[in-house]
């Protein structure tokens, strides 16, 4: 059974830093990219960033592009979120998903197959 | 960017009914990069529907999708308790690599 577990959410203070980490198990986490999505407070969905499976693609959405940095450590099966200069409006609960398949020929890994339950993060002074 | 706007926002209806809402795009998208998922309260959303009609895996079959270009549809043909949730669609585009959620549409017990 495919199993994600995000961390390292926390309160912090406008401008600070915060590291997620997303454990991963039950399935060859070396074969997939991974990806972090968000939601506000009883908002929706808002991808931040993905990550290919060997680390050779990383990709941000615009509202974090600098502020952010995804890694993963295929030998921890551990993808990270590295949050700074934090924002009031990147409170959300931070959610580590995995790609739906390793095939991008169909466009199945394009999709979000897997999701953990999610690290709240508050940013607020 | 391409927008998704769902519709309805919200859908009252009752269990064993038939519940069908929409997923628009702003301009005409690649079919094998639409998705579906399913949030209940409190948890983080599934996977049901990818490529616009192929169903995840173990997602029930009265869950179908469908659709092209700028118009997509989920539809569950007979609800169950379960299936009381909001329903979000996203989009995959390549250059450059961003993924786009809906608004998401929440199907609510009349």
Redesign the interface.
Known sequence: EVQLLESGGGLVQPGGSLRLSCAASGFTFSRYAM?W?RQAPGK????VS?ISASAD?I?Y?DSVKGRVTTSRDNSRNTVYLQMNNLRVEDTALY?CAKA?STSYG???A?????????TLVTVSS | EIVLTQSPGTLSLSPGERASFSCRASESITSNYLGWYQQRPGQAPRLLIYGASSRATGIPDRFSGSGSGTDFTLTISRLEPEDFAVYFCQHYVDSPPTWTFGQGTKVEIK
């Open positions: 990806r999505v929706g969905l808002e991808w993905a693609y990709h959405a959610f739906a169909d466009g199945s394009y999709h979000f197959g897997s999701w953990g339950q999610g």
